[in-house]
Nanobody, 124 residues
Framework: QVRLVESGGGLVQSGGSLRLSCAAS????????MGWFRQAPGQEREFVAAVSWRGASTDYADSLRGRFTISRDNVKSTLYLQMNSLKPEDTAVYSCAAARVPRTPLRHDENNYWGQGTQVTVSS
């Protein structure tokens, strides 16, 4: 079955960087769009970034464009999120998502496959 396992979260000071990883298994990773979402305490889950199945196109939340970079390695079946210039408001649980239908864009709703998430905490 589809398995998505995030890693790389942790505690970082404001202005610092982190790189999240998502190891995927149980499906043909290179045929599926992937992405990242985040959920802060008391808030709804929000879209962060997405990448197409071949990595040819990317999409970002407007507020994060320029600080976050999404990428994928289809040989390693791994998704990445490089986060720079982190701010306290970036504190959230970051979850990896996979589209349910091959060669289609990632949905910006709950209708994806989901990992368990990794906590990112940015201190001021």
């Amino acid at each position: 079955q589809v398995r998505l396992v995030e890693s790389g979260g942790g505690l970082v000071q404001s202005g610092g960087s982190l790189r999240l990883s998502c190891a995927a298994s149980g499906f043909a990773f290179s045929s599926y769009s992937m992405g990242w979402f985040r959920q802060a305490p008391g808030q709804e889950r929000e879209f962060v970034a997405a990448v197409s199945w071949r990595g040819a196109s990317t999409d970002y939340a407007d507020s994060l464009r320029g600080r976050f970079t999404i990428s994928r390695d289809n040989v390693k079946s791994t998704l990445y999120l490089q986060m720079n210039s982190l701010k306290p408001e970036d504190t959230a649980v970051y979850s990896c998502a996979a589209a349910r239908v091959p060669r289609t864009p990632l949905r910006h709703d709950e209708n994806n496959y989901w990992g368990q998430g990794t906590q990112v905490t940015v201190s001021s």
